[in-house]
């Protein structure tokens, strides 16, 4: 059987959301099953040797890996929002957008108990910021970064870098451009 290229169901699109960016979409990985199996699958092997309790996700794109990949391991998900879309109390971190301003992530604050194992997964990884302010949430409620996993990883923005700065953890990234 021939082994699924993931970059063949990446489209690029030019000068999105700003002139000079190629904005790489996953739409078409994710339209396919064999190719979304096939990034999921990946991650969990990755994931398999980490003893992780649950799978984190950045909203949004975060919960379209995060979801399937808790359900394939037979762990739960815990979704990091957007400030103000829990019902409960929530623990909050705060990270600058990548074309600039800030946004603010939330967990309910039950929802990790201290010494809990987490995976956090995204589509893409940029700037490192939606994933240290989910990391922060995480070390606040008491729990441990088990590795960060992603689809994408846009190397020049330097992310892999600035979530090594908050402390070593085993990193996966599918595809790089």
């Given at each position: 059987m021939k082994k699924i290229d993931l970059h063949d169901y990446v489209a690029?699109?030019?000068?999105?959301?700003?002139?000079?960016i190629s904005?790489?979409?996953?739409?078409?990985?994710?339209?396919?099953?064999?190719?979304?199996?096939?990034?999921?699958n990946q991650i969990q092997e990755?994931?398999?040797?980490?003893?992780?309790?649950?799978?984190?996700?950045p909203e949004s794109r975060g919960f379209i890996?995060?979801?399937?990949?808790?359900?394939?391991?037979?762990?739960g998900f815990v979704p990091a929002r957007k400030s103000g879309?829990?019902?409960?109390?929530?623990?909050s971190a705060s990270y600058t957008l990548e074309y600039g301003g800030i946004n603010e992530l939330e967990i309910h604050q039950d929802a990790i108990k201290p010494g809990q194992r987490i995976l956090i997964v995204d589509d893409l990884l940029?700037?490192?910021?939606?994933?240290?302010?989910?990391?922060?949430?995480?070390?606040?409620?008491?729990?441990v970064v088990a590795g960060v996993a992603f689809i994408i990883e846009l190397e020049d923005?330097?992310?892999r870098e600035k979530i090594m700065e908050a402390g070593e953890v085993p990193f996966l990234a599918l595809m790089e451009y």
């Open positions: 690029t699109v030019k000068d999105y959301p700003e002139l000079g904005f790489r979409d996953i739409s078409p990985l994710m339209g396919s099953g064999p190719a979304y199996r096939e990034a999921i990755f994931a398999k040797d980490l003893n992780v309790d649950l799978i984190a996700g890996v995060g979801s399937p990949l808790a359900y394939a391991l037979g762990v879309k829990l019902p409960r109390a929530a623990v940029a700037t490192g910021g939606t994933i240290n302010a989910t990391r922060e949430i995480i070390e606040k409620l008491g729990g923005l330097h992310g």
